[in-house]
Nanobody
């Protein structure tokens, strides 16, 4: 059974940093692509950053490029999202997700989030101005 457990959210001032973690079980990172998504109040869920199972290719939304870094630790089976230079517009509930079939950068960035097979619960990130 695939399980994803996100943590690390919190309240931070603009310009600050947070690191989100997603503990995974039931699969290994060479079996599934994994990613971070977010949903702000009144907005649709969007892909933030993803990493492919096939070759480690990464996708970043334009709004987070240069500020966020996705990584994975295979030994711990944990996915991370390092978020630096946070802005109030980064405020959202952040989710981790996994999928066996989404492997290309194009698909990671363009397919609707509900295409992804497995989801963890969200963790709230609030950035104050």
């Amino acid at each position: 059974e695939v399980q994803l457990q996100a943590s690390g959210g919190g309240l931070v001032q603009a310009g600050g940093s947070l690191r989100l973690s997603c503990a995974a079980s039931g699969f290994t990172f060479d079996e599934v692509s994994v990613g971070w998504f977010r949903q702000a109040p009144g907005k649709e869920r969007e892909a933030v950053s993803c990493i492919s199972s096939s070759d480690g290719t990464t996708y970043y939304a334009d709004s987070v490029k240069g500020r966020f870094t996705i990584s994975r630790d295979s030994a711990k089976n944990t996915l991370y999202l390092q978020m630096n230079s946070l802005k109030p517009e980064d405020t959202a509930v952040y989710y981790c997700a996994a999928d066996r079939w989404i492997t290309t950068k194009h698909d990671m960035g363009s397919l609707p989030p509900d295409t992804w097979e497995h989801w963890g619960q969200g963790t709230l990130v609030t950035v104050s101005s």
